[in-house]
């Protein structure tokens, strides 16, 4: 696992698209339990360097019911994003994480990856790549139904504070799932 993420560390593939040129970001450990699978860094990420350092990095850390420490001991948690370097700012928002990421590295590390108890798939980039037609037609379908992707899937919205009026129009997110997803959280932990 060492020498492959330091492998990706130095990747280059997608550097002719990067207009701040590649910062692969992500944090993993043979052992870790649970594996997280978002987006891609957004700017802040890309200028620390450590994974879900922002506003929808708290966002994160709140639903599961985790502190920052256990969040980023990698041998807990695992942290890797369908595109690993920040792919830049587009006209609503960032722009998609780029493609070459995860055909060229997931499966990789997913190998030197001991089986983790849950992983979560956070938005709609890791879910359609991992989900594919079992996937519901949205994302808000998709996540009502999240309880058909455990033991070994947890769906969820991306945390970014641009989705709060998501969170606003369908309160059952935070009465039933963000509660679940504690649960199963710590279960993971505990396993």
């Known amino acids: 696992m060492k020498n492959l993420l330091n492998e990706i560390s130095k990747c280059t593939l997608c550097q002719k698209h990067l207009k701040l040129g590649p910062r692969p970001v ?6 870790s339990k649970i594996l997280i699978i978002g987006q891609a860094p957004g700017l802040t990420v890309h200028k620390t360097g450590k994974p879900w ?53 997931h499966e990789k590390l997913l190998d030197k990856l001991d089986t983790p108890s849950l992983i979560l798939l956070i938005g709609s980039y890791a879910q359609n790549y991992y989900l594919g037609k079992k996937k519901y037609k949205t994302l808000t379908e998709t996540v009502k139904n999240y309880h058909q992707f455990l033991p070994k899937y947890f769906v969820l919205p991306h945390p970014s504070p641009r989705n709060n009026i998501w969170m606003k129009k369908n309160p059952w997110f935070k009465n039933e799932v963000i509660p679940t997803l504690k649960n199963k959280v710590l279960e993971s932990l505990s396993a």
Do not use: H, Q, T
């Open 53 to 105: 350092d922002d506003k929808s990095g708290e966002n994160l850390r709140n639903w599961m019911g985790i502190n920052d420490k256990v969040f980023y001991d990698n041998k807990k948690i695992g942290i890797m994003p369908m595109g690993f370097c920040y792919p830049g700012k587009g006209k609503s928002g960032d722009l998609p994480p780029r493609k070459e990421c995860a055909p060229e590295w």
């Open 26 to 31: 992500l944090s993993m450990s043979s052992k």
